[in-house]
Nanobody, 119 residues
């Protein structure tokens, strides 16, 4: 059974930090590109950051310089270090694993973790 389990969310004041984790099981973690996507209240899904299977990283402009994505293949875990958090970062954060193959893309999602940035 494929599972992606996010953790590390919570309530933090503006300027604070959180580290999100996403622990994977049931598939070959090292073969998948991973990403974080968020959904703010009343809004659609927004891509935040990606890391490829060979560790190339990408960020949306609004989080560059504040967020760092990383992966620990030995632990099958994806991370998102979030610093200098802003109220507009408030959202449910989801991790995603994806792998392209002939015939389509394998695509898995976690259940999400809430991040609230408020004073």
């Amino acid at each position: 059974e494929v599972r992606l389990v996010e953790s590390g969310g919570g309530l933090v004041q503006p300027g604070g930090s959180l580290r999100l984790s996403c622990t994977a099981s049931g598939f070959t973690f090292t073969s998948y590109g991973m990403k974080w996507v968020r959904q703010a209240p009343g809004k659609g899904l927004e891509w935040v950051s990606s890391i490829s299977a060979d560790d190339y990283t990408f960020y949306t402009d609004s989080v560059k310089g504040r967020f760092t994505i990383s992966r620990d293949n030995a632990k099958s875990t994806l991370y998102l270090q979030m610093n200098n958090l802003k109220p507009e970062d408030t959202a449910v954060y989801y991790c995603n694993a994806a792998k392209s193959r002939p015939g389509g893309t394998l695509d898995y999602w976690g259940q999400g973790t809430q991040v609230t940035v408020s004073s």
